[in-house]
């Protein structure tokens, strides 16, 4: 069941293309003159291609739980992009 009032989009992603280099980074926010960094995957989400950012709380979880699984693969950590607002 999806809470709407807490996702704003549910989706299945193949597991490769979370552990994939090529689609991680750190999503930044600046807010003042302090900036946070998120671990950042961009997973394409349907047939068409479509791609989302997925980074914040959930991108924090799957980062933590690729590394516990010891399924993460070396990326470049100094890949920072603006997160997606």
Not at 18 to 26: F, T
Not at 49 to 75: A, C, H, N, Q
Request: glycine content about 4%.
């Amino acid at each position: 069941m999806v809470d709407h009032a807490e996702s704003s989009l549910v989706f299945r992603v193949p597991v490769l293309d979370l552990i994939n280099p090529a689609h991680r980074y750190y999503a930044t926010v600046t807010r003042g003159n302090q900036t946070y960094k998120s671990p950042a995957f961009d997973v394409r989400v349907n047939e068409t291609g479509e791609t989302v950012t997925v980074w914040g709380f959930t991108g924090i979880v799957i980062d933590r739980i690729l590394e516990w699984l010891d399924w993460s693969v070396e990326w470049d950590h100094n890949d920072k992009r603006p997160a997606p607002l």
